[in-house]
C-alpha cells in the first residue's frame, strides 16, 4: 500500500468528505483514538476522519479509494484485540463512527429497532426499554461499545445463552462498500430466504468488507420478573454438571449462566474495594433467570437450587433479595474485567470449547501455565453455558512488561494449542483483530483461506479495507 504524507491537498480533501470539525490530524485530537482500551496496544494513523451522515461515511470511503488510503473503521474502540487501531502501518486513516449515532425507529408492534452505527450499546438498550422492549445484547462495555461495533465483531456476553450472539439478533445491515457505493438491506422481515443472506458476511467481519452505517434489530417483550442467585461450588465439573440441570429444570428462562473462579475475586476489589463474595467456594456461578410474564421464578430457582444442594452440586446458594443485591452481584463479574486491566499487561484469551470440555480446558491450562510458567497467576471465568472461558493470566510481580510480553506471546500460544487440541477456537467472541490474526491464520485449512480470501478479493480488490485486521498483512498479501 502507498503510505501517503499529509499534504495540504489531501488535507483540503478529507475536509471536503467531512467538514473542518470531522477531520483531526493533530496529536491531541487524534489521542483517543490511537490506543486500545486495555492500554496494551497503541498505533498511528494519517488522520482520524468523523463522518456525520451516509453520504459523508461514503464520500471518505471514496476519497480513500482514490487515494489508495486503508481505512480502520472504528466503533466505540472497546475491542480486546486490536481490531479498531492501527498498530502496524500507522498509514492508514482511522473512520470513526461516532457522529452517526441517531435512533431511526422503533416499531414495538414489529418488535424492530434500526439505529446508526455508531448509537452506542446502552442507548439502544435504553430505546428499546421506553418502548417496553429489550435489546437482549450486553457486555461490560455497553456504555461505550457501539452498535456497529457489536455486529462487525459479532459481540456476545452474557445473554448469548437465551437470546444468541449479535449475529442473530440483527435483522438488517446498512453498509457502506469498500468502492463507495451503499448496499441497504432493512427490511423488517424476520423470514427472507431469498437467496445469500449477505447481511452475514458482514456481521462478524470487523471492519474488512466493508463500513457498516445502519443496524435494524430484533426486539423481545421486557422481562418483568428477574431472579438472580450467586452460587459457591467445589470445581467446575461441578458448575458445569449444575449447567446441564439448570438449563432443562429453568423451562428456558435461564437468561445467564457466568462462572468464575474464586481467584479472580480479587481482581473485582481492585475496581472497588467494598466488593466482597457472597461465596467462599473455590468456583462461583452467577445465575439469572428472567421472564416477560408473570411466571412463578422465585419457585423455580429455590427449588432447583434446594435439589442442588442437597446432592452436593452446590455447597452455598445466596438469592439476590434486590435488584441492588442483584447489581453487586454483577459488579464481581464486571470488575474483574476492569481490574484486570488495572494490572497492566497480562495474557487474555477468549477460548471457546463444547460446553463438557470445560473443565478439562481449565484443568489443562492452569496445569500447563503451574508447570512451564511457575509465578504467573492463571484466572478463569466466562461464559460457561456458553463453553467459553476467558483464561486470563497474570504476570508475576515485578516482572518487567519486556519481558512479560515475551513470556506472555509463549503462554498465549501453548493456551491456543489447549484449545485446538480439545476441537475448540482462539476466539469465541472477541474477534481476530491484529493480536490473533496470525494464530488465526495458521490454524485454517487450504480450502478455508481460499474461501476467505475469494470474499475478501470480491469485495475489496484493492484491500484497503482494514488492513492487517484479522487477515495477516504478510502472510496473505501477494
Ligand atoms: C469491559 C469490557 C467487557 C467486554 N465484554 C465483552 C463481552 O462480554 N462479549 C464480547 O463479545 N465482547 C466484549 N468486549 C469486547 C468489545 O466490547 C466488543 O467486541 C464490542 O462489540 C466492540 O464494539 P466497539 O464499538 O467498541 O468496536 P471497536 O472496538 O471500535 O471495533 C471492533 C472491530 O469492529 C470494527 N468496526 C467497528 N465499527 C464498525 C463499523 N461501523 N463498520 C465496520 N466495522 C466496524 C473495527 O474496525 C474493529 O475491527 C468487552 C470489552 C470491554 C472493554
Not at 481467584?263 to 433467570?289: G, T, W, Y
Amino acid at each position: 500500500m502507498t503510505v501517503h504524507r499529509l499534504s495540504p491537498k489531501i488535507l483540503s480533501a478529507m475536509e471536503g468528505a467531512v467538514g473542518q470539525s470531522g477531520v483531526a490530524i493533530d496529536t491531541a485530537g487524534m489521542a483517543k483514538y490511537l490506543g486500545d482500551w486495555s492500554g496494551d496496544h497503541r498505533g498511528g494513523a494519517l488522520a482520524v476522519l468523523k463522518p456525520a451522515s451516509v453520504a459523508e461515511v461514503q464520500a471518505v470511503v471514496r476519497l480513500c479509494g482514490a487515494l489508495g488510503l486503508g481505512i480502520i473503521p472504528q466503533g466505540g474502540n472497546t475491542g480486546l484485540v486490536a481490531g479498531a487501531i492501527d498498530i502496524e502501518t500507522r498509514g492508514a486513516v482511522i473512520v470513526s463512527l461516532e457522529r452517526l449515532n441517531a435512533i431511526r425507529l422503533v416499531d414495538a408492534d414489529n418488535f424492530v429497532l434500526q439505529a446508526d452505527a455508531g448509537c452506542i450499546l446502552q442507548t439502544v438498550k435504553d430505546a428499546a426499554e421506553a418502548h417496553d422492549c429489550l435489546f437482549p445484547l450486553a457486555l461490560g462495555a455497553q456504555g461505550s461499545c457501539q452498535i456497529g461495533g457489536n455486529a462487525a465483531s459479532n459481540a456476545g456476553g452474557i445473554n448469548v445463552l437465551r437470546y444468541g450472539m449479535a449475529r442473530d439478533l440483527i435483522l438488517g445491515l446498512e453498509v457502506v462498500l469498500p468502492d463507495g457505493e451503499l448496499w441497504s438491506g432493512f427490511s423488517g422481515l424476520r423470514k427472507d430466504n431469498r437467496g445469500y443472506d449477505l447481511k452475514q458476511l458482514f456481521i462478524g467481519s470487523e471492519g474488512t468488507l466493508g463500513i457498516i452505517t445502519g443496524v435494524e434489530l430484533k426486539l423481545f417483550p421486557k422481562p418483568i420478573r428477574v431472579e438472580t442467585a450467586y452460587l459457591g461450588l467445589a470445581s467446575f465439573e461441578a458448575a458445569i454438571a449444575l449447567f446441564r440441570q439448570a438449563r432443562r429444570a429453568s423451562a428456558d428462562l435461564m437468561s445467564a449462566f457466568e462462572i468464575i473462579g474464586s481467584e479472580c475475586i480479587e481482581l473485582a476489589r481492585l475496581i472497588d474495594a467494598d466488593i466482597s463474595s457472597p461465596v467462599e467456594a473455590p468456583v462461583h456461578v452467577l445465575i439469572e433467570l428472567s421472564a416477560s410474564a408473570a411466571v412463578e421464578l422465585r419457585t423455580l430457582l429455590v427449588d432447583f437450587l434446594a435439589g442442588a444442594m442437597e446432592s452436593g452440586l452446590v455447597t452455598e446458594a445466596v438469592l439476590a433479595e434486590s435488584s441492588a443485591q442483584a447489581r453487586s452481584f454483577w459488579a464481581i463479574r464486571e470488575g474483574l474485567v476492569e481490574g484486570q486491566a488495572k494490572r497492566g499487561y497480562h495474557v487474555r484469551t477468549d477460548l471457546a470449547v463444547r460446553i463438557s470440555d470445560v473443565p478439562a480446558l481449565v484443568d489443562q491450562a492452569r496445569r500447563f501455565v503451574g508447570l512451564d510458567h511457575p509465578g504467573w497467576l492463571p484466572q478463569a471465568y466466562g461464559h460457561a453455558g456458553d463453553g467459553n472461558i476467558h483464561f486470563n493470566v497474570l504476570p508475576p510481580a515485578g516482572l518487567a512488561e519486556s519481558e512479560a510480553r515475551a513470556q506472555g506471546a509463549d503462554i498465549t500460544g501453548g493456551l491456543y494449542r489447549i484449545a485446538d487440541a480439545l476441537g475448540g477456537s482462539i476466539s469465541a467472541e472477541h474477534g481476530i483483530g491484529r493480536t490473533r490474526n496470525r494464530a488465526f491464520w495458521a490454524g485454517l485449512a487450504p480450502t478455508h483461506r481460499r474461501l476467505v480470501t475469494a470474499l475478501k478479493d470480491a469485495l475489496d480488490p484493492q484491500g484497503l479495507m482494514n488492513p492487517g485486521c484479522l487477515l495477516p498483512l504478510t502472510e496473505t498479501s501477494s
